[in-house]
């Protein structure tokens, strides 16, 4: 049987990945970068994630990092005055509520006392 050489290379290829699959899964691969299983696992979606944002070619992955970076940056930077927004609301609410309160409490206690001396 006579093959195209773009046959022989497929041929070649699905053979190769075949073999290297399966010797893999004979054997217990430890990383030395010390990550968790689960971790390893997801290193591989983590850096496409990294790629994409760095877009195609050699820098993807450093340029990518710099994306990832400053996004981390930005979202800190707003986690940080969201949380001081929220922390500002809710003092405002909370001075609201007592200072209602006193007042309703101080209305009250006069209202008492007008009752007293009319009696």
């Not at 992955?61 to 940080?80: L, T």
């Not at 007592?98 to 007293?116: H, Q, Y």
Request: with cysteine; glycine share 12%; hydrophobic share 40%.
């Amino acid at each position: 049987m006579d093959f195209t050489p773009e046959e022989l290379k497929d041929l070649i290829k699905n053979a190769t990945t075949q073999a290297v699959e399966e010797t893999m899964k004979k054997h217990e691969i430890v990383c030395a970068c010390g990550l968790s299983p689960e971790a390893q696992r997801e290193l591989g979606h983590f850096m496409g994630v990294v790629r994409y944002l760095g877009g195609e070619g050699n820098e993807g992955y450093a340029k990518g990092a710099e994306v990832f970076r400053k996004n981390n940056d930005f979202v800190a930077q707003w986690r940080a005055a969201c949380e001081k927004t929220g922390s500002i609301i809710l003092r405002v609410i909370v001075i609201g509520c007592l200072g209602g309160a006193g007042t309703l409490g101080f209305l009250g206690i006069r209202e008492w006392i007008k009752k007293l001396v009319e009696k």
